[in-house]
């Protein structure tokens, strides 16, 4: 079988290629799975980089979600069944034709799910509820996320109002503002804008901004905090302008707010089995009613790996890069 590698941590788009490995058995409580299709996350690429939370022993394999089809099963596996339509959210290693995994890490997908929403529905779904869950707002409440076009962003102002949250969106650049609306989210500001903050503090009203998402950092990072009220919060998700944060002191001490981080795989870990169905659950209600979308940027075999790093930071990218057999 054929399977992404990289032996040394770098560019992307330098470092990976594909090269021939013998085909895996799976172990007591594994599956094997043969991969259908496998979305480009930026968490994929910081780990080939090096830079992320987890840095794995080289040689290694890249990726972590996948939709595919079971075609083994280890000793002691139930619930699955050889030929069965599985994905999976927090696997390492599945930019292959095929791949291990653990049977309780496979999530069986309804025949009514694409395999292009189905390779998408674990990891940024999952974490755009999670982290929406994990944030105490009620009915009524107000928020604020910057890099609202990416991926999380519009999971997140598409999953927020069935729960009564207004969720004001920020992106950099005015086209930003066009390609949202087309998607059918409103309520977005662009920075490069002269008297942003005021239309956001229009749009709010004289409802306080109870919670901000920073998935930039740097400057953007003190941008979120500066418009929060009393007693916010700033929950960082990401960094990808800075690995840095940039906030004034006045602002945190003044608003008496609180900067914490999250970490999706962290809260997804220690999360209980029944929150996991009620908000897996929620997530196939909103993706069967058209309230979710999980639109599709461009397709990419394997051994166009390069090129679909490349596309991954392409600016203007309205969808995820999937990469396929």
Same mark, same amino acid.
């Given at each position: 079988?054929?399977?992404?590698?990289?032996?040394?941590?770098?560019?992307?788009?330098?470092?990976?290629?594909?090269?021939?490995?013998?085909?895996?058995?799976?172990?007591?409580?594994?599956? +094997?799975?043969?991969?259908?299709?496998?979305?480009?996350?930026?968490?994929?690429?910081?780990?080939?980089?090096?830079?992320?939370?987890?840095?794995?022993?080289?040689?290694?394999?890249?990726?972590?979600?996948?939709?595919?089809?079971?075609?083994?099963?280890?000793?002691?596996?139930?619930?699955?069944?050889?030929? *069965?339509?599985?994905?999976?959210?927090?696997?390492?290693?599945?930019?292959?034709?095929?791949?291990?995994?653990?049977?309780?890490?496979?999530?069986?997908?309804?025949?009514?799910?694409?395999?292009?929403?189905?390779?998408?529905?674990?990891?940024?779904?999952?974490?755009?509820?999670?982290?929406?869950?994990?944030?105490?707002?009620?009915?009524?409440?107000?928020?604020? *996320?910057?890099?609202?076009?990416?991926?999380?962003?519009?999971?997140?102002?598409?999953?927020?109002?069935?729960?009564?949250?207004?969720?004001?969106?920020?992106?950099?650049?005015?086209?930003?503002?066009?390609?949202?609306?087309?998607?059918?989210?409103?309520?977005?500001?662009?920075?490069?804008?002269?008297?942003?903050?005021?239309?956001?503090?229009?749009?709010?009203?004289?409802?306080?901004?109870?919670?901000?998402?920073?998935?930039?950092?740097?400057?953007?990072?003190?941008?979120?905090?500066?418009?929060?009220?009393?007693?916010?919060?700033?929950?960082?998700?990401?960094?990808?302008?800075?690995?840095?944060?940039?906030?004034?002191?006045?602002?945190?001490?003044?608003?008496?707010?609180?900067?914490?981080?999250?970490?999706?795989?962290?809260?997804?870990?220690?999360?209980?089995?029944?929150?996991?169905?009620?908000?897996?659950?929620?997530?196939?209600? +909103?993706?069967?009613?058209?309230?979710?979308?999980?639109?599709?940027?461009?397709?990419?075999?394997?051994?166009?790996?390069?090129?679909?790093?490349?596309?991954?930071?392409?600016?203007?990218?309205?969808?995820?890069?999937?990469?396929?057999?």
């Amino acid at each position: 079988m054929r399977s992404i590698v990289h032996h040394e941590f770098g560019d992307p788009t330098s470092v990976l290629s594909v090269e021939e490995a013998p085909l895996p058995e799976p172990g007591p409580g594994e599956a +094997r799975v043969r991969l259908l299709l496998s979305p480009i996350h930026n968490h994929d690429l910081w780990t080939v980089r090096g830079t992320y939370g987890y840095k794995p022993e080289l040689p290694a394999r890249a990726g972590t979600e996948a939709v595919g089809v079971v075609d083994a099963l280890g000793e002691g596996v139930e619930g699955l069944e050889v030929g *069965q339509r599985v994905a999976t959210g927090g696997t390492f290693g599945v930019w292959s034709e095929q791949f291990l995994a653990k049977a309780a890490a496979l999530i069986p997908v309804p025949d009514g799910i694409p395999d292009e929403a189905a390779a998408q529905l674990v990891a940024m779904p999952f974490s755009a509820i999670s982290l929406l869950d994990s944030l105490g707002l009620e009915e009524g409440d107000w928020m604020i *996320q910057n890099a609202a076009n990416g991926a999380v962003g519009r999971l997140v102002a598409q999953l927020a109002p069935s729960r009564g949250i207004h969720v004001i969106g920020l992106v950099r650049r005015a086209d930003g503002v066009a390609e949202l609306a087309a998607a059918g989210i409103d309520q977005v500001v662009a920075t490069d804008s002269e008297g942003w903050q005021d239309e956001v503090r229009r749009l709010a009203g004289d409802s306080p901004l109870k919670v901000g998402i920073d998935s930039l950092g740097g400057d953007a990072s003190g941008d979120v905090l500066s418009l929060l009220g009393e007693e916010g919060t700033l929950i960082s998700f990401g960094a990808m302008a800075s690995p840095t944060m940039n906030v004034s002191s006045g602002d945190v001490i003044f608003k008496q707010a609180t900067v914490k981080g999250f970490w999706g795989s962290k809260v997804s870990a220690a999360m209980p089995a029944d929150d996991r169905r009620r908000l897996m659950g929620e997530l196939m209600a +909103r993706l069967a009613d058209g309230t979710l979308t999980l639109p599709v940027g461009a397709l990419y075999p394997l051994d166009q790996i390069g090129a679909a790093a490349a596309a991954n930071f392409e600016p203007g990218r309205t969808g995820k890069i999937l990469l396929m057999p």
